[in-house]
Structure formats: structure tokens, C-alpha cells
């Protein structure tokens, strides 16, 4: 098991917990970071419902390197980038047909 934060917590966009709702929010996600994120089982420097367009970025004071960041993310996240790809393509075509999304 590892004992890594989640990436969000290395983020950029990485506000802390809300005092009223409890909950680890974000620049993406004010309301609340979606468990598919915060546990690892979406990459989010692709795009995700509802993130307003904003995704997952080093902040500097944990990874100067972009390169060392990505390697940890790519380690890290249950999803690769091309796994990541399909469920968003397969979310879309649920959208389309008015099924709930879902991310397996």
C-alpha cells in the first residue's frame, strides 16, 4: 500500500478541506473532489464532467519538474492516459443516450 498523498494534494488548483461541508475541495471542484479523482481511478489531467475546464497541475512547491510529476501521476493513477481516454469516449456515447455516466 502506498503511503502517497493523492495527487490533488500536490496540485496547483488544491484548496484544502471546506470547514462546512468537510470535504477536500479545489479550483475544479469547489463542492467536493469526485472519489474517481482523489483516489487514483481517473487520471484528471484529462477532462472530467463538471471541472470547469481545469485539471490536475504540479504545483511548483511540490514538483519544480513537470516531467518528475507526470512520471508520479502516470505511477500513481489506476487509469492510464489511453484507459482514461476510452471511459471518456464511452461516457460521452452514455450521454448521448441518456444513461448515467459511470467510471469503472
Same mark, same amino acid.
Given at each position: 500500500?502506498?503511503?502517497?498523498?493523492?495527487?490533488?494534494?500536490?496540485?496547483?488548483?488544491?484548496?484544502?478541506?471546506?470547514?462546512?461541508?468537510?470535504?477536500?475541495?479545489?479550483?475544479?471542484?469547489?463542492?467536493? %473532489?469526485?472519489?474517481? %479523482?482523489?483516489? *487514483?481511478? *481517473?487520471?484528471?489531467?484529462?477532462?472530467?464532467?463538471?471541472?470547469?475546464?481545469?485539471?490536475?497541475?504540479?504545483?511548483?512547491?511540490?514538483?519544480?519538474? %513537470?516531467?518528475?510529476?507526470?512520471?508520479?501521476?502516470?505511477?500513481?493513477?489506476?487509469?492510464?492516459?489511453?484507459?482514461?481516454?476510452? %471511459?471518456?469516449?464511452?461516457?460521452?456515447?452514455?450521454?448521448?443516450?441518456?444513461?448515467?455516466?459511470?467510471?469503472?
Amino acid at each position: 500500500m502506498s503511503t502517497l498523498a493523492p495527487m490533488c494534494y500536490t496540485c496547483k488548483h488544491y484548496r484544502g478541506i471546506d470547514t462546512k461541508s468537510n470535504a477536500r475541495v479545489c479550483d475544479a471542484f469547489p463542492e467536493g %473532489i469526485p472519489d474517481e %479523482i482523489r483516489l *487514483y481511478r *481517473y487520471d484528471h489531467r484529462l477532462p472530467f464532467p463538471n471541472d470547469n475546464g481545469i485539471r490536475l497541475e504540479p504545483n511548483p512547491k511540490y514538483y519544480p519538474d %513537470i516531467d518528475k510529476f507526470n512520471k508520479v501521476a502516470d505511477t500513481n493513477t489506476t487509469k492510464t492516459m489511453p484507459d482514461a481516454e476510452k %471511459i471518456k469516449k464511452e461516457n460521452e456515447e452514455f450521454r448521448r443516450l441518456g444513461i448515467p455516466e459511470i467510471f469503472v
